[in-house]
């Protein structure tokens, strides 16, 4: 398409007139204000070839290699440029270069803006995410101590201290990465201690899901190395899923113990299996499993990002007909 433009461009300019020649290829400097033929068609490949995954300094020697093969041509063929010609010939390469490279930059630029956005959208929501769950384990234990006139310095009362620490937390550390850029600092800690934590938030939520919560004991002398109230939102999440999802009357079973030198936390629930190929996907930000969407989609995504911060993974395994278990696994540490 540039050949043809170029032999266009040479005609009316022989033939005497300019004019044709400027609204094909644009004036010298592309001062003009009307788009011309191989501005429009340049414009087009510049983004053509954004899209095929090359970089700008590729679209560039793309004009120049096809430069080079113009003069190599006319080399072999003995037919030297004139003055006038070679101008021309530099003018539409000019032209052509310029309108490729601004719109390759413009459009790999929104596709940056865009990524940023998405980005910013999943860390807005996680931090709506967890505060929510934290005013609700909050509320809950509220309701509790008024309901039951329970004192506020029992187990329930602690609860309660423990959610407004965690908000406070969350709120700390989004401070934190608003002007540094860095989370929550890791610390070795026991993974009985976590697990038990887990367990009293939790049990409100069992209560309020008509299921029961079945905890095994967890040797004291199991320890990681993390961030702990990373991992706790991380176990929290997991714990709430199940609730979501469990079926009523059912059991949600909490466990710990070492394996492989590692610390291995499950979470296994009685939703009745997981449909095929959606083991993964659970995990996407803002996936949603069925048609319940009372929640943003970000539980899991917000555990895995918080277990893979320290170093561990998370996995899932679904057990068709009875449900699934979800597999925190961190490095054991010593005591």
Same mark, same amino acid.
């Given at each position: ?27 010298? @400097? @592309? ?33 120049? %290699?096809? $430069? ?8 072999? !063929? ?8 070679? !101008?021309?010939?530099?003018? $539409? ?14 459009? !790999? +630029? ?11 959208? +999943?860390?807005? @929501?996680?931090?709506?995410?967890? #505060? ?44 934190? +990465? ?18 038990? %934590? ?11 899901? *008509? $299921? ?21 939102a991380a176990l929290a999440n997991l714990l ?17 113990? &070492? ?11 009685? $939703? ?6 959606s083991t993964e996907r659970m995990f996407e930000p803002f996936s949603q499993r069925n048609e ?6 970000? *539980? #899991? &995504?917000?555990? !895995?990002?918080? =277990? +893979? ?12 007909? =009875?449900?699934? =278990? ?10």
């Amino acid at each position: 398409m540039f050949l043809v433009q170029l032999i266009r461009t040479l005609e009316a300019e022989d033939g005497g007139r300019p004019a044709d020649g400027v609204r094909i290829s644009g004036t010298s @400097g @592309g001062v003009d204000l009307a788009a011309s033929e191989i501005g429009v068609s340049a414009t087009a490949h510049g983004a053509s070839l954004l899209g095929l995954g090359y970089s700008v300094d590729q679209v560039v020697h793309d004009y120049g %290699d096809l $430069c080079q093969a113009i003069t190599d041509l006319a080399f072999e !063929r003995d037919a030297p440029f004139s003055v006038d010609e070679f !101008r021309t010939l530099n003018r $539409c390469l000019d032209n052509a270069i310029a309108d490729a490279v601004l719109e390759f930059s413009a459009q !790999r +630029e929104s596709q940056v803006l865009e990524r940023q956005n998405d980005e910013t959208r +999943e860390r807005v @929501g996680f931090l709506v995410h967890e #505060l929510r769950n934290a005013v609700s384990t909050a509320t809950l234990a509220a309701g509790a101590l008024e309901f039951g006139n329970m004192n506020v310095a029992g187990a329930t009362g602690a609860v309660l201290k423990r959610s407004l620490a965690s908000m406070a937390v969350l709120i700390n550390r989004a401070v934190n +990465e608003v002007r540094h850029g860095s989370g929550g600092e890791r610390e070795l800690f026991s993974v009985s201690s976590l697990v038990a %934590d887990a367990q009293i938030a939790a049990q409100f939520d069992a209560s309020a899901a *008509g $299921c029961t919560l079945a905890v095994a004991a967890v040797d004291p002398a199991l320890m990681v190395l993390a961030n702990r109230a990373a991992l706790h939102a991380a176990l929290a999440n997991l714990l709430q899923n199940a609730f979501k999802f469990t079926h009523p009357h059912t059991e949600i079973s909490l466990s710990a113990v &070492a394996l492989d030198g590692q610390a291995r936390i499950e979470v296994r629930d009685h $939703c009745g299996g997981l449909p095929a190929g959606s083991t993964e996907r659970m995990f996407e930000p803002f996936s949603q499993r069925n048609e319940n969407r009372s929640g943003l989609g970000l *539980g #899991l &995504a917000i555990a !895995r990002h918080g =277990v +893979e911060a320290d170093f561990g993974t998370l996995s899932a395994r679904d057990l068709p007909g =009875v449900g699934c =278990v979800f597999t925190i696994a961190l490095p054991l540490q010593s005591p």
